[in-house]
């Protein structure tokens, strides 16, 4: 049983002058004792381009919803379980930056507590730990504490506050998020079985338009999710000159990969450029634009320079597959890197960026992996980083031999420990590659590409699960 040592809300009342100016006392006293926090902002990992607003209902109860007891806007107001009802005290705002929030007020957990059974309220937004959530599946996790939105004791009564519970995997825990992004709700659940890609970026949600990219620099978006159209070569007028200086003799744009960057307020790409059979030189290049919808009147690409490159007298290791992300706290990486050259004991690896410019911070390098692997992507979940890579043979049709494993670490430079395979051929899909990860309302699907029984490789995107272990789930079929 679990025993709060502050008095849980468990009804509304109607109360008189008198008892509002007590309360209003009170929750000054309250105020005036509160821990200050930090003004920093601590993004989550899977920190979207565009707002989601919906109720939270639970699928404990599925008649009930998280709400703010009397539609309240003051801080401290009991988050609580109500019958849903579509009022605006169940309307939550699911922010790029992490937080949820009602009437301009965050899902806060009272006074910074990370232990178990700390109440949930809602309170001014200060940018602090406490106020930042990320959708795992069906449930909602602080990053802070790895523990997870709980309805205490699987109580169904109506005022029941919610709290804070380490993540057990129980209905009491599990919630269904509903409601549209602001373009209007599209939601990406399947694509076609046509759409010619090799190593694509992760699937970019752009207010609704869906885009991504491939090796080659060309790439496919979507405004519907269902009719897909192919979207400009970011280099339309071929690379800048820089980096063709850098790598003359180069086969092109490798590997792009795409995230949106809050910081900034930019669409941050990253891209390769390298020499097939040669491991003398490569870079890491970034480009960046307001939008990446090809739509919009603010598409375009500003070159921003080279992030990291290789020469026969700097680095160990192959600069090529960028896979850009953020960890928890807000800070920016990027995973990148082959042992398919000459660099097999450096073959992964993992560096920091500064996340208002996207550009390398320090000189650190951090070795994540060796041997004949390449195509990283890091998403955390739950308390670990899990470092997807792929192993095996990437170009011949229906005999290529690609497949992609996973590892996972509590920290983001590692070490990783044992592996095991995340997906692999089947009989009807050869040679799977390159993963990428969108979270759609709660939901995770990843995205890759992968040879069918005959033709050139196409885009691959199924929903993505996660085990009561904590490690990712492909639900492939042989």
């Not at 885009?211 to 690379?239: M, Q």
């Not at 390298?274 to 598409?299: F, M």
Request: charged share 15%; with cysteine.
């Amino acid at each position: 049983m679990r025993i709060h040592s502050r008095t849980r809300h468990v009804g509304r009342l109607r109360i008189g002058l008198l008892g509002l100016a007590v309360l209003a006392l009170v929750a000054w006293a309250l105020s005036a004792t509160r821990p200050l926090s930090s003004s920093a902002v601590h993004l989550t990992a899977n920190s979207a381009a565009s707002s989601v607003t919906g109720n939270i209902m639970s699928n404990l109860d599925s008649g009930d919803c998280v709400d703010v007891t009397g539609n309240s806007s003051a801080d401290d107001a009991v988050v609580e379980m109500w019958g849903c009802n579509g009022g605006a005290s169940q309307v939550w705002t699911f922010e790029t930056d992490g937080t949820v929030q009602h009437a301009g007020k965050c899902l806060d957990i009272y006074q910074n507590s990370t232990a178990n059974g700390a109440l949930i309220d809602q309170y001014t937004c200060t940018g602090s730990a406490n106020q930042r959530w990320t959708q795992t599946g069906s449930t909602l996790v602080n990053p802070a504490t790895g523990k997870c939105l709980d309805d205490p004791g699987s109580n169904t009564a109506e005022g029941t506050q919610l709290d804070l519970w380490t993540c057990d995997g129980g209905e009491n825990q599990s919630w269904t998020f509903g409601g549209s992004t602001s373009s209007g709700g599209t939601t990406l659940t399947s694509v076609p079985d046509d759409l010619g890609t090799h190593d694509p970026s992760r699937i970019i949600d752009d207010d609704g338009t869906y885009v991504f990219w491939g090796t080659g620099g060309g790439g496919w978006y979507s405004t519907d999710g269902k009719n897909w159209k192919s979207a400009p070569n970011i280099f339309p007028n071929g690379l800048p000159s820089e980096v063709q200086s850098a790598v003359p003799d180069n086969d092109g744009v490798w590997a792009p990969d795409v995230i949106y960057n809050p910081n900034s307020g930019l669409y941050d790409l990253y891209y390769a450029v390298a020499v097939w059979g040669n491991s003398d030189y490569s870079l890491i290049g970034l480009i960046t634009s307001p939008k990446v919808n090809p739509t919009s009147p603010d598409y375009h690409w500003t070159d921003r320079g080279i992030v990291i490159e290789h020469t026969p007298t700097y680095g160990e290791f192959s600069a090529i597959d960028p896979a850009p992300f953020f960890d928890p706290q807000g800070n920016m990486w990027m995973s990148f890197g082959s042992g398919y050259a000459s660099y097999e004991s450096t073959s992964l690896n993992i560096i920091s960026l500064n996340k208002d410019t996207g550009l390398r911070s320090g000189t650190s390098d951090y070795v994540v992996g060796s041997g004949h692997a390449e195509a990283t992507y890091v998403a955390y979940h739950d308390g670990y980083y899990y470092l997807f890579w792929n192993t095996g043979g990437c170009c011949s049709g229906a005999s290529s031999t690609y497949e992609v494993h996973v590892a996972r670490s509590t920290s983001v430079t590692g070490p990783y420990g044992t592996s095991q395979i995340f997906i692999e051929s089947s009989s009807t899909q050869h040679g799977p590659g390159q993963i990428g990860i969108l979270d759609q309302n709660g939901t995770d699907y990843y995205s890759y590409h992968y040879y069918p029984d005959s033709g050139g490789s196409v885009l691959g995107y199924h929903i993505l699960t996660w085990a009561s272990s904590g490690w990712p789930e492909s639900g492939q079929t042989t």
